[in-house]
C-alpha cells in the first residue's frame, strides 16, 4: 500500500528551553560538593538529590557539582534527539484480536484516519470457511506533520470463530514469539546497521459486548500473552449497551482481570509531571477497559455538522464524542501520548524478559563478576588465589597422571615378568625331559641291551647258520 497522508491532529505543545540568561541564572544555584558537603542550594535547580549525594564508604568517586558561568547548549539536547527521530521516522506494529463481526478492521481505520482496510464482503452461506486460526499483517506508511510512521496491523482472523476453541491462541502466541526470535537473530549478526523492529508492541483484544462477565476464551488467551504483549482490553460496538450497563460490563471486567492475574499495559507515571498530565493520565486509566465505536463514515447531526459516526432511528452516535463512548481517550493513549512508552516497554521489559528465559534454556548464563564494582586490590588478591588454586589443582592432576602411568608401567613389567617366568618354566620341563631321555638311553647302552628289539633279533640270525 502507498504512502497515506494522515488528516492533521492537535498535537502537544513541544517542551520550551530556558533563553541563556534564564539558564544561567538557574545554574548559579549548582555548588561544588567535592568535600562532601553541599550546601542547601544543591537542588533548587530541581536536580536529583540522589546524584549529589557522595558515598565515601566504596572506591567510586564523588559526583561534583559545577557552577555554570554561561549558557554552555546541551539543554538544546532534546531537541537533537528530536529531529534526529523525526529525520529517521517511526515503526509501530498493532495486533488486533476478537471474533469476527466486532468491528476490529474498522476501528484501526478509525485510528489512524486511513484505509488500511477495505469494506469486507459477507461470505455466502456455500462458501468455505476457515477451520485455524490464521495471521495476517498489512503495513503502510503514514505521515502527519512531516512525522513519518510505518504501521503495522497484525489480525488475526477466524479466532473465537469455531464450535471447539482449544488452543485457538497458539497461533497467536507462536507468531509473537517468531517475532522476538527474528528480532533477537538481527541482534547477533556481526552486521547491525539493518535490524528491523517488527515486535507486536500493542494488542487490542476485543471483548463482546454481552455485559455480563469475560468468556473462558477471553481470559485464556490473556493469561497466555500478558507476559508477551502490552494487552489493551477494548469493549467492541459499545452502542449497544448502556451507559449503567458499560459501567457495571467495566467493573466485571477489571474484577475478572485482577482475580486472575492479569497484567494489562497500564501508562508510567512520572515524578516530574504536572498537574495537567497526572490529571489527563488518571482520567485514561479511568476508561479501562475502553468502550469504544468505530466508524471512518461521516454523517450529519441533526444540528448541521458533520462528524464521523453511526446514525440511528433514535439519534447520531458520534465517534469523536467522549459523552458517547471512550475512542478518545484510547486514542489518546495509544498513539497521541504513550506510544514511545509502548515500544519502550516492549523493548526494556517484555522482550527482555523473554530474551533472559530463552537464553537461560539454551544454557548461556550471566558471569556474575561484569558490571560489579569491586576493589582493585581485592580484585587483585581473588586473582591471585584463583590462580594458585588453578597451579594447585593443575599440580594434583599431573601427580594423578604420573602416578596412573607408573601404575600402568608397573602392571607391564609384572605381566612380562609372568610371561617370562612361565615360559622359562616350560623350557626348563622340556629340558628335562630330554635329559631323563638321554639318561635313560645311556644306560640301555652301557647294558649291553639293543636300543630296539628289532635291531637285537635281527643280528642273531646273522651270527649262527641254520642246521
Known sequence: MGPATVAKQTQRRPTSFPSPVATAEMTDSYTSSRNGDPSQHAFANGSSPSLATTNHTTAVSPVIRKKLMGYVGFANLPNQVHRKSVRKGFQFTAMVVGESGLGKSTLINTLFSTTLYPPKE?????????????????????????????????????????????????????????????????????????????????????????????????????????????????????????????AEFKERILSDIAHHNIHIFQAPTYDNEDEETIAEYEEIASKIPFAVVGSDNIVNTLDGRQ????????????????????????????????????????????????RTEKLLSMGVAQDSSVFKEINPAARLQEERVQHDAKLAKMEAEMKMVFQQKVQEK????????????????????????????????????EGGRPLTPEKASTGRKKGFLRT
Open 122 to 246: 459477507p461470505l455466502s452461506p456455500a462458501a468455505e470457511r476457515p477451520k485455524t486460526v490464521a495471521i495476517e499483517s498489512i503495513g503502510a506508511d503514514i505521515e502527519e506533520n512531516g512525522v513519518r510512521l510505518h504501521l503495522t496491523v497484525v489480525d488475526t482472523p477466524g479466532f473465537g470463530d469455531f464450535v471447539n476453541n482449544d488452543d485457538s491462541w497458539k497461533p497467536i502466541v507462536e507468531n509473537i514469539e517468531s517475532r522476538f526470535d527474528s528480532y533477537l537473530e538481527q541482534e547477533n549478526r556481526v552486521n547491525r546497521t539493518k535490524v528491523v523492529d517488527n515486535r507486536v508492541h500493542a494488542c487490542l483484544y476485543f471483548i463482546q459486548p454481552t455485559g455480563h462477565s469475560l468468556k473462558q476464551i477471553d481470559i485464556e488467551f490473556m493469561r497466555r500473552l500478558h507476559t508477551k504483549v502490552n494487552l489493551i482490553p477494548v469493549i467492541a460496538k459499545a452502542d449497544t449497551l448502556t451507559d449503567e450497563e458499560v
Open 410 to 445: 608397573e602392571a607391564k613389567l609384572k605381566q612380562s615378568e609372568e610371561e617370562l617366568y612361565a615360559r622359562h618354566k616350560e623350557m626348563k620341563d622340556a629340558l628335562d625331559k630330554q635329559r631323563a631321555d638321554l639318561e635313560d638311553k645311556k644306560r640301555k647302552l
Open 307 to 354: 462528524v464521523r459516526g453511526r446514525v440511528y432511528p433514535w439519534g447520531v452516535v458520534e465517534v469523536d464524542n467522549e459523552e458517547h463512548c471512550d475512542f478518545v481517550k484510547l486514542r489518546q493513549m495509544l498513539v497521541r501520548t504513550y506510544m514511545e512508552e509502548l515500544r519502550e516497554y516492549t523493548n526494556d521489559v517484555l522482550y527482555e524478559n523473554w
